[in-house]
């Protein structure tokens, strides 16, 4: 007759010893922190593939931004700036109504370009470069520590020190170019 407390015996895989509890964990982990990792690197690299693309003169046609107000929106516990402008084009004079960039000061006025769908307009020249950076870097920050929680081979070690130098010049810049140009 053979006595149920060994090792493995109730509570996890046969002759194991891993208890199935921790395999559940594991797996929920893994699917929580990819979806979040996902989530929050597409909402802060796309808008940069924007922005850098207006920044650089491929996409968008110019002309000047005047930022008309920024108001706080409040979600839950976070909240972030909301700014919104009139955008007027340099080869018709006509004007448009468009979402600014949250970092622009009320009644400044500055070189843009404006999205195809005439809805957002970004800064034009470094500036908008540097400024649109930081969010890409952003999204890197998040790819790295999902690589980190997932435990992949590549982050780890002297390549992890690397990655992190990278991403942290590359907000430090992003911040300070918002801030100061």
């Avoid at 982990?29 to 796309?46: C, E, H, K, P, Q």
């Avoid at 007027?88 to 960039?101: C, I, K, P, R």
Wanted: positive net charge.
């Amino acid at each position: 007759m053979r006595s149920s407390s060994r090792r493995g015996d109730s509570r996890g895989t046969p002759g194991s010893g891993t208890p199935r509890k921790s395999l559940f964990i594991k797996i929920g982990s893994f699917i929580v922190v990819t979806v979040a990792t996902v989530g929050w690197t597409l909402t802060a690299t796309v808008p940069a593939v924007v922005d850098i693309g207006l920044a650089t003169g491929l996409a968008g046609a110019p002309g000047s931004l005047t930022v008309l107000e920024c108001h706080d929106l409040r979600s839950g516990r976070s909240s972030r700036q909301i700014c919104t402008g009139r955008f007027v084009y340099d080869a018709t004079g006509e004007e448009v109504a468009v979402g600014a960039f949250s970092w622009a000061e009320p009644g400044s006025v500055y070189p843009a370009r404006i999205t195809a769908g005439r809805d957002r307009a970004g800064f034009w020249g470094m500036k908008g470069v540097l400024g649109a950076l930081f969010n890409f870097f952003i999204g890197l920050v998040f790819i790295t520590v999902m690589g980190m929680l997932l435990r992949l081979r590549f982050f780890r070690g002297f390549t992890l020190v690397v990655i992190f130098a990278v991403e942290s010049v590359g907000v430090v810049v992003g911040i300070v170019a918002r801030a100061f140009l």
